[in-house]
T-cell receptor, first 112, second 112 residues
């Protein structure tokens, strides 16, 4: 079945870059997503990448996709304390089930 | 703006009570999902629904049931609440085209 893996914690200094990695298993996914969850809130879509792209840049965010290795990463440039949150990698398979599957979430801690 | 509204932000219930968690969407999306989120375990799928009166079990359906009498409303029911059901519950919707999933703000349920 589908499985999405990501590391649980990442700690960075303010101003540095953060890189959050994710591996997924379902190659039928049309889109792959990064969601952000701030404390006590639901998940909000941060960015996404279409499966036929290798890279997508959106201001401080860069998403890299390696389809061969089924590896997705999110890079946050100039990380700020407001970026502290849990980041979820997600896929929605297009092969029929359309069930969003999430990784366990990476807690990003940004310290001064 | 997409709205997925969960009826309560915080809820405290006693062991053995019947608990209803409501989710209402304004997007006319077919697919609706209930997840629970626990530290270190990420989001786990409880139940989902593809259409009115249709429901499918997710990964952890034990102790829960659901109801979808109208397209816009998907209810999660804890028949007899137990302390191990203390968790954050998240409702999500998806259009059926393997595109973005939208989330409610979450209900933090405490069973005492």
């Amino acid at each position: 079945g589908e499985d999405v893996e990501q590391s649980l914690f990442l700690s960075v200094r303010e101003g540095d870059s953060s890189v959050i990695n994710c591996t997924y298993t379902d190659s039928s996914s049309t889109y792959l997503y990064w969601y952000k969850q701030e404390p006590g809130a639901g998940l909000q879509l941060l960015t996404y990448i279409f499966s036929n792209m290798d890279m997508k840049q959106d201001q401080r965010l860069t998403v890299l996709l390696n389809k061969k290795d089924k590896h997705l990463s999110l890079r946050i440039a100039d990380t700020q304390t407001g970026d502290s949150a849990i980041y979820f990698c997600a896929e929605i398979p297009s092969g029929g089930s359309y069930i969003p599957t999430f990784g366990r979430g990476t807690s990003l801690i940004v310290h001064p | 703006d997409v709205k997925v509204t969960q009826s309560s932000r915080y809820l405290v219930k006693r062991t053995g009570e019947k608990v209803f968690l409501e989710c209402v969407q304004d997007m006319d999306h077919e697919n609706m999902f209930w997840y629970r989120q626990d530290p270190g375990l990420g989001l786990r799928l409880i139940y989902f629904s593809y259409d009115v009166k249709m429901k499918e079990k997710g990964d952890i359906p034990e102790g829960y049931s659901v109801s979808r009498e109208k397209k816009e409303r998907f209810s999660l029911i804890l028949e007899s609440a137990s302390t191990n059901q203390t968790s954050m519950y998240l409702c999500a919707i998806e259009s059926g085209a393997a595109t973005e999933a939208f989330f409610g703000q979450g209900t933090r349920l405490t069973v005492v």
